[in-house]
Nanobody, 125 residues
């Protein structure tokens, strides 16, 4: 059974940090690029970051650059998203998802083959 499971979300104060994990089972993680996407209440799901399978290239939306770092450990079938300097605007449900590459359109919720169930991140004082 193909499965992606996120963990590491929670409540954090502005300026704080969280590390999200995305663990894969039922398929070979290193065959896929992995994206992190988020959805805030009343908003569309949007991409935050993507890491390729081929060479580990990383991609970020502007709001994440300099604050978030995506990484992968294929031996553990796990992808991480380290989030620093968190802001209230980062509050959302965060999802990891698998697609064939971080090509055009990775920032949108399309062409992802497998999804996790999501983990809530709340940034509030």
């Amino acid at each position: 059974q193909v499965q992606l499971v996120e963990s590491g979300g929670g409540l954090v104060q502005p300026g704080g940090s969280l590390r999200l994990s995305c663990a894969a089972s039922g398929f070979t993680l290193d065959d896929y690029a992995i994206g992190w996407l988020r959805q805030a209440p009343g908003k569309e799901r949007e991409g935050v970051s993507c890491i390729s399978s081929s060479d580990g290239s990383t991609y970020y939306v502007d709001s994440a650059k300099g604050r978030f770092t995506i990484s992968r450990d294929n031996a553990k079938d796990t992808v991480y998203l380290q989030m620093n300097s968190l802001e209230p605007e980062d509050t959302a449900v965060y999802y990891c998802a698998a697609r064939l590459g971080c090509g055009v359109g990775w920032e949108g919720p399309y062409e992802y083959n497998h999804w996790g169930q999501g983990t809530q991140v709340t940034v509030s004082s």
